[in-house]
């Protein structure tokens, strides 16, 4: 069993449809992200939340939409999206923002199609 | 700013060689840490090693080891007796310490095949 969780592993979903993406972290940890991860660029960062607060949103499009309820729990809600927004999502955590260098620990992501 | 560059799109190597999957940074950060992390098909970012910029002491695990070179800036991983089991895309990191850059910076990844 990982530490961090993500479900569903799979999502295929039309342009229209809304759906959400949710991560869930046993590590009593007070930092989560989520990052995204396509085929033709490296991992970037979407957004960050530490202590349920988002401290950093990398640009990302607004129908994009993070939900922070607490420190275990990180959704990604979804809404028209585009079939460029398909790739593999990943969740992370660690401990804390406030220190440096700590480890951040991955789910297994959840594979994003579009159509 | 951050950079960190894997030169090595893809290595293929027959099992039981030797591998070296480059890694290169750059920061302005004086305090800094480096991470290798392992992406087998499954899709799931593993940690693997986590080093901090005041220690270069190479560390070895298993057939794991790894180099850690300031005066190059590099952090190389070393695989020895490689296994199809360690066929995957690994991925090295940095993190600078001051405010408003504690997001990993990553490189583009090496895909790493072992060939049985």
């Known amino acids: 069993e990982t530490g961090v969780t993500q479900t569903p592993r799979h999502l295929v979903m039309g342009m229209t449809n809304k759906k959400s993406l949710k991560c869930e972290q046993h590590l009593g940890h007070n930092a989560m992200y989520w990052y995204k991860q396509s085929a033709k660029k490296p991992l970037e960062l979407m957004f960050v939340?530490?202590?349920?607060?988002?401290?950093e949103n990398n640009s990302v499009p607004s129908r994009f939409s993070p939900e922070c309820p607490n420190s275990s729990h990180l959704f990604l809600h979804l809404h028209t999206l585009q079939p460029e927004d398909s790739a593999l999502y990943l969740c992370?955590?660690?401990?804390?923002?406030?220190?440096?260098?700590?480890?951040?620990?991955f789910g297994e992501g959840s594979w994003l199609t579009v159509v | 700013a951050q950079k960190v560059t894997q030169a090595q799109t893809e290595i293929s190597v027959v099992e039981k060689e030797d591998v070296t999957l480059d890694c290169v940074y750059e920061?302005?950060?004086?305090?800094?840490?480096l991470f290798w992390y392992k992406q087998p098909p499954s899709g799931e970012l593993v940690f693997l090693i986590r080093r901090n910029s005041f220690d270069e002491q190479n560390e070895i695990s298993g057939r794991y080891s790894w180099n850690f070179q300031k005066s190059t800036s590099s952090f190389n991983f070393t695989i020895t007796a490689s296994q199809v089991v360690d066929s995957a895309v690994y991925f090295c990191a940095l993190i600078g310490s001051p405010a408003g850059r504690r997001a990993l910076t990553f490189g583009s990844g090496t895909r790493l095949q072992v060939q049985p």
């Open positions: 920061t302005r950060d004086t305090t800094y840490y």
């Open positions: 992370a955590s660690s401990q804390d923002m406030g220190v440096s260098g700590n480890t951040i620990y």
């Open positions: 939340y530490n202590f349920k607060e988002q401290t």
